[in-house]
């Protein structure tokens, strides 16, 4: 009975914990339940699938914006810098000492990254103070506090330029490679230079999956451990 328990504890940790993944002190979706409202739109955005969230709970409100961009493609989280994580990943230096000072990012592929959070994407993260960006099944979620008109707009707005600024991205990541490893006599990416540059950012994708599901697993472990340790206290008891 005690093993059934414990499996019925754990399994219920992991429906949970595999239905919000963002990092401590981030925005997750919560269930319909006493004392959480929530109101959903889908919409499109620059041609790509979202579903916004208007999220109030126990009088603290904030927006939730999921936008469908391949984790094949591009995996990005962003958390303010008081929230940072030790030991991130990937951790991404944009060289922009304001924007560095007030934000973690982890990213891959790591050089179109870069491009993608360009001068206009960081001075939007910069005004709106404290936005979260994190990895979620299927794409990015995108949050931040606030209901007002103008925020929503303004978090509408950050996910219609990554959304659009994704193939720029790739395509000026692809002039840097060029620039850094090509020739005079090669002035664009030829198949075995346009190989090495696929291949560095599957490996990188690769990795910062394989980070995440590491994290997930650890956090399960120690869910298990806080909830079956008590238990087995009680029947030794």
């Given at each position: 009975?005690?093993?059934?328990?414990?499996?019925?504890?754990y399994?219920?940790m992991?429906?949970?914990?595999?239905?919000?993944?963002?990092?401590?002190?981030?925005?997750?979706?919560?269930?319909?339940?006493?004392?959480?409202?929530?109101?959903?739109?889908?919409?499109?955005?620059?041609?790509v699938?979202?579903?916004?969230?208007?999220i109030?709970?126990?009088?603290?409100?904030?927006?939730?914006?999921?936008?469908?961009?391949?984790?094949?493609?591009i995996?990005?989280?962003?958390?303010?810098?008081?929230?940072?994580?030790?030991?991130?990943?990937?951790?991404?230096?944009?060289?922009?000492?304001?924007?560095?000072?007030?934000?973690?990012?982890?990213?891959?592929?790591?050089d179109v990254?870069?491009?993608?959070?360009?001068?206009?994407?960081?001075?939007?993260?910069?005004h709106?103070?404290?936005?979260?960006?994190?990895?979620?099944?299927?794409?990015?979620?995108?949050?931040?506090?606030?209901?007002?008109?103008?925020?929503?707009?303004?978090?509408?707005a950050?996910?219609?330029?990554?959304?659009?600024?994704?193939?720029?991205?790739?395509?000026?990541?692809?002039?840097g490679?060029?620039?850094?490893?090509?020739?005079?006599?090669?002035?664009?990416?030829?198949?075995?230079?346009?190989?090495?540059?696929?291949?560095?950012?599957?490996?990188?994708?690769?990795?910062?999956?394989?980070?995440?599901?590491?994290?997930?697993?650890?956090?399960?472990?120690?869910?298990a451990?806080?909830?079956?340790?008590?238990?087995?206290?009680?029947?030794?008891?």
């Amino acid at each position: 009975m005690f093993a059934l328990c414990s499996l019925i504890i754990y399994g219920a940790m992991v429906a949970l914990l595999e239905g919000g993944r963002e990092p401590r002190g981030g925005c997750k979706v919560l269930p319909a339940r006493r004392g959480v409202r929530r109101r959903d739109s889908e919409l499109r955005i620059a041609g790509v699938p979202a579903r916004l969230r208007r999220i109030t709970r126990r009088g603290c409100k904030w927006i939730e914006l999921d936008l469908a961009l391949s984790p094949d493609v591009i995996q990005l989280t962003l958390r303010p810098r008081l929230q940072a994580v030790r030991n991130a990943t990937a951790e991404l230096c944009i060289d922009d000492a304001t924007f560095d000072a007030m934000f973690q990012v982890e990213a891959a592929p790591a050089d179109v990254a870069r491009e993608l959070l360009d001068a206009d994407v960081r001075a939007a993260l910069v005004h709106m103070g404290g936005p979260w960006i994190v990895q979620v099944e299927g794409g990015l979620r995108l949050a931040r506090p606030g209901h007002t008109p103008s925020e929503v707009a303004e978090l509408i707005a950050l996910a219609r330029a990554l959304a659009l600024g994704v193939e720029a991205a790739y395509r000026a990541a692809d002039r840097g490679s060029v620039a850094r490893r090509g020739a005079p006599f090669r002035p664009a990416l030829d198949g075995p230079m346009l190989a090495m540059v696929e291949y560095t950012r599957r490996e990188e994708l690769a990795r910062m999956r394989a980070a995440e599901r590491r994290d997930l697993r650890k956090r399960l472990a120690r869910v298990a451990v806080a909830m079956v340790a008590p238990a087995a206290l009680l029947l030794l008891l």
